[in-house]
């Protein structure tokens, strides 16, 4: 691997990338044609190829954000993406079908080995597409749907044309203009009134092509009194040019509802990671994310929970680290539009290499929504003089019943924790790395195990050779 | 008798802090078996000489040397030393938020003894440790030192050298703030210890001595050790305190 390789990945193991393997692919760029070719190429109703449309003028229109690191963001060249591959040419059930370099890829990162342990159900996004879908029977048979997005439309047209789009209509920023007309992938998970999805159902996205953007859409709807707990994780190979990552999230928690949607991401460090995320819960749900973003040139996230329902419930626990050249600037928003609602915001970054992190939040509580109750927590911790942390809360508070607590710190690890560990036999580097996943503990307790064990090992090997 | 086995050797030890002289010719050998005691005011450098054996780095040798078994400390860092089978329990241990101190005790014997440990014969091995101590298993899942009482702190110190199994231990005033029960307990672990290793043992009261029997009672004045004797010598500073070794330093014990 070349230095800038091994830069770009941050000596992540997973760093590799397969030769492309593509059968169809757009040229670069976008345009009015290119957003209808690829409607038309999935066959997708008329209105979605309309709102593609509608969605692609917008794109064209809409400025750059102007906050954040919006300097940052004007380097990305839109001419310079590809925004669409197939990777393979149908959706593949059986995993003896995939094409044998995506499944290597696959191999590498142990997720069939995973998928009998852990899984129930897969969607392994390779590129824009899944190649690879399983559910287990049992969630079938209990009427739970979990299908690709593309497959998602397909089959159910009629729940996908209701709530597509009305949690993050294309309108609400440019990047989410920029999905919706060019969205391909993702997950579409619905369940049934009632039904509780017992182990945590997964999708593992990577990018692979040099400049090969990622636009994928997730849809998850659970109905009255269900719940399900749905995880991706994200790792990215080698890059030699900017790529884009750029997908929407839209959550519906429908009465008494419970979402949880943990992801960790772990881009290359040229990616700008550009991901909107939002749900609505409806009276008594609970909407919670859990979301750890490592790597990439630029992050900017920020999970959003609508309360729009009274009694309903928000959870956002976040982490972030920022390396050499990386700008994670991620948060959470949590609108109280209903009475008694109530959230927890849990905020942790690490900043590292000259790395910035920044906290940028939004609580929102209208007049009408009395006795709402909040807890905001961010805590950052820098590892040396280089590094950087801000933070930006917002709080629009309409009334004067609500119980709201914001809390903010700042550390840095102290030289009495480092003798201490290293007094027990730990190396500084070793030192460090328990530290740091010390920190990110609350996040870490909340993910599946076999997550938690491989972001502990990610940041065990970033401390490595970070000393000196 | 068989000859005895030099552990530590402190050689016209000077030792400054940010430009500031702290010890000022301290010599001192510790035999394998053997327990010393340093006693002595608040500032007389008691806590210095400790940290400066472990390798705390803001701590600068100006003259002098510090040998482990013969070999010059200077060559060692931190971690090396605590692999080489030198201990510090800590006067005031470190919070460490987050990492449990299960994971944290496995890991740090695995360090220390750069093999892999096997998972039963570890817990086998924790398991009596802890009971020796009266240590509840639920301390496991907290994390390090995190919302610990003082003699939590302690006891978790003391359990850690029972499982790194030191050929040095270094106590810094680890009697301090400890209840009768406390005390007698930490004072068994001790007593466990200190007959395969060399005991260096800082502290301000006489009573723990009722529970672990010294070999020699040393007394620091100003970063030096102006009188050493046995365990008379620290009944008598317990009556007499020390002001009659700082005005007649040529006085008798």
């Known amino acids: 691997m070349s230095d800038d390789a091994r830069e770009a990945v941050g000596d992540y193991q997973f760093g590799f990338h397969d030769p492309e393997h593509s059968t169809i692919r757009f040229d670069k760029g976008l345009s009015e044609q290119v957003v209808r070719d690829i409607s038309e190429l999935k066959n997708e109703p008329e209105w979605m190829t309309e709102i593609r449309v509608k969605a692609y003028h917008h794109f064209m229109e ?137 182990m945590p159902v997964q999708a593992y996205f990577r990018i692979n092509a040099k400049n090969m953007g990622q636009f994928e859409r997730t849809l998850i709807i659970a109905d009255e009194d269900s719940s399900i707990h749905y995880v991706e994780g994200c790792t990215a190979p080698t890059y030699s040019t900017d790529s884009l990552h750029s997908a929407v999230v839209e959550l519906i928690a429908m009465k008494g509802a419970k979402i949880r949607y943990s ?15 939002r749900g609505v819960a409806h009276e008594n749900a609970t909407i919670e994310w859990v979301d750890g973003n490592i790597g990439s040139k630029l992050t900017m996230k920020y999970p959003a929970v609508l309360l729009k329902g009274e009694g309903a419930h928000a959870e956002v626990i976040s982490v972030a680290y920022a390396g050499k050249g990386q700008h994670q600037d991620a948060g959470a928003k949590v609108h109280h539009l209903a009475p008694n609602t109530t959230s927890n915001i849990l905020s942790k970054s690490i900043s590292k290499n000259g790395g910035r992190s920044s906290y940028r939040g939004m609580l929102q509580v209208t007049p009408k929504a009395h006795g709402c109750r909040s807890k905001i927590v961010c805590d950052a911790l820098i590892l040396d003089s280089d590094s950087r942390s801000d933070t930006y809360p917002t709080m629009e508070v309409g009334n004067s019943t609500a119980d709201l607590e914001h809390e903010a710190s700042v550390s840095k690890v102290s030289g009495d924790q480092l003798f201490y560990l290293m007094s027990r036999g730990f190396s500084e580097e070793e030192a460090m790395g328990l530290i740091v996943n010390g920190f990110f503990e609350p996040f870490t307790r909340e993910l599946p195990m076999e997550y938690a064990v491989e972001l502990n090992k990610l940041l065990e090997l970033e401390m490595e050779g970070s000393i000196g | 008798m068989a000859m005895a086995e030099e552990i530590l050797r402190i050689e016209d030890l000077h030792v400054s802090v940010e430009g500031t002289p702290i010890l000022n010719g301290m010599d001192l050998v510790i035999n394998r078996g053997e327990v010393h005691v340093i006693m002595g005011r608040n500032g007389a450098g008691k806590s210095t000489l400790a940290s400066v054996v472990m390798g705390h780095p803001a701590y600068e040798i100006t003259q002098g040397s510090i040998y482990f078994k013969g070999q010059n400390l200077d060559e060692l860092s931190v971690f090396e030393r605590a692999r080489a089978g030198i201990f510090l329990s800590f006067q005031y241990p470190a919070v460490i938020p987050g990492v449990q101190v299960g994971t944290f005790l496995k890991k740090s014997v695995q360090s220390v003894r750069d093999e892999p440990l096997k998972g039963r014969a570890f817990r086998k091995e924790l398991n009596t440790a802890m009971g020796a101590l009266e240590m509840q298993k639920g301390v496991l899942s907290r994390y390090v030192n995190d919302g610990f009482s003082g003699g939590e702190k302690k006891r978790l110190e003391i359990l850690q050298m029972l499982l790194l199994q030191p050929q040095l231990a270094l106590l810094d005033e680890t009697d301090s703030g400890l209840d009768i029960d406390a005390l007698r307990i930490v004072a068994k672990g001790i007593n466990q210890v200190a007959p395969t290793a060399g005991c260096l043992i800082i502290t301000h009261y006489q009573r723990l001595l009722d529970h672990v029997h010294p070999d020699f009672v040393h007394v620091m004045i100003d970063g030096t050790i102006v009188r050493s004797g046995g365990p008379e010598l620290a009944h008598k500073l317990e009556d007499q305190g020390y002001d009659w070794l700082e005005t007649s330093p040529e006085g008798t014990a």
């Open chain 1, 62 to 198: 809409r400025e750059m954000p102007d906050w954040g690191n919006c300097g940052s963001l004007h380097e990305i060249n839109f001419d310079n993406v590809t925004y669409f591959l197939r990777s393979s040419n149908a959706t593949e059930n059986d995993w003896e079908d995939v094409p044998e370099d995506i499944k290597n890829t696959f191999n590498r990162l142990g997720i069939p080995e995973a998928e009998q342990k852990w899984l129930g159900g897969v969607t392994a996004q390779y590129e824009s597409e899944a190649v690879y879908h399983s559910i287990r029977e049992d969630l079938e048979s209990q009427g739970v749907l979990f299908l690709d997005m593309d497959s998602g439309l397909k089959t159910h047209p009629e729940i996908v044309k209701k709530y597509f789009g009305s949690v993050v209509p294309h309108t609400d920023n440019k990047f989410s203009a920029l999905n919706t007309a060019v969205w391909s992938g993702g997950s579409f998970i619905y369940v049934p009134k009632g039904v509780h999805v017992t």
């Open chain 1, 263 to 277: 992801t960790i991401q772990n881009w290359s460090a040229n990616v700008f990671n550009l991901v909107t995320k």
